[in-house]
């Protein structure tokens, strides 16, 4: 069954410490990934998205993802963490942009 | 570009009535809408999948004279809870994905802020 698992439902970083959001999938074949940040009353923001190609991928906001085929995994991360980056992640997997199946999320807290 | 809104974002309704909820692409054609329900602490669990004049297709389980899809023109989908009852209340999003003169939105769903429904 497709399914994506995100083991962390709430995370506690201080500011400026380092930050990593684990997401693993199950999936028939490779698929379209993506990292998700949702903030109270607004809607769901893409921070990075990998397909095909370097299976580091860059995205906004300084958050980077890395593809790991063998351990089907799309973790993500932030080197230094800013208290505004407080907010839901949410890890997402499809055969394209179409039919996402989403993770439960990760909740993130970020400490002064 | 590539803005979505949802109107309401929060409504209170009776059990018994139906509550419609708009989606609205601001800046771009949306070829192609996505309703999802998310529960308290929980994943988006898509609904039903809109192209622009045609039927919805929804997912497993969803129901489709339930929740009424109208995607009737390129920048606006409703979906209609009819008849609703204390467990439908839950957060409904939209997304869409589509064309703005020329380029193509298409490489990812963009995202409403969601609408709160109570059902009391």
């Known amino acids: 069954a497709q399914s994506v698992t995100q083991p962390d439902i709430h995370i506690t970083v201080s500011e400026g410490a380092s930050l990593e959001l684990r997401c693993n999938y199950s999936y028939g074949a490779t698929p379209y990934l993506f990292w998700y940040v949702q903030s109270p009353g607004q809607g769901l923001q893409l921070l990075l998205k990998?397909?095909?190609?370097?299976?580091l991928v860059q995205g906004i906001k300084g958050f980077e993802a890395e593809f790991k085929r063998s351990q089907s995994s799309f973790n993500l991360r932030k080197p230094s963490v800013h208290w505004s980056d407080a907010a839901e992640y949410f890890c997402?997997?499809?055969?394209?942009?179409?039919?996402?199946?989403f993770g439960t999320g990760t909740r993130l807290q970020v400490f002064p | 570009g590539a803005v979505v809104s949802q109107h309401p974002s929060w409504v209170i309704c009776k059990s018994g009535t139906s509550v419609k909820i708009e989606c609205r692409s601001l800046?771009?054609?949306?070829?192609?809408m996505f309703w999802y329900r998310q529960f308290p602490k929980q994943s988006l669990m898509l609904m039903a999948t809109s192209n622009e004049g045609s039927k919805a297709t929804y997912e497993q389980g969803v129901e489709k004279d339930k929740f009424l899809i109208n995607h009737a023109s390129l920048t606006l989908s409703t979906l209609t809870v009819t008849s609703a009852h204390p467990e439908d209340s839950s957060f409904y999003i939209c997304?869409?994905?589509?064309?703005?003169?020329?380029?193509?939105?298409?490489?990812?769903?963009?995202f409403g802020p969601g609408t709160r429904l109570t059902v009391t």
């Open positions: 800046d771009f054609q949306a070829t192609t």
């Open positions: 990998y397909f095909s190609g370097d299976t």
């Open positions: 997304s869409a994905e589509g064309v703005s003169g020329g380029r193509a939105f298409r490489d990812e769903q963009y």
């Open positions: 997402a997997v499809g055969r394209n942009t179409d039919k996402l199946i």
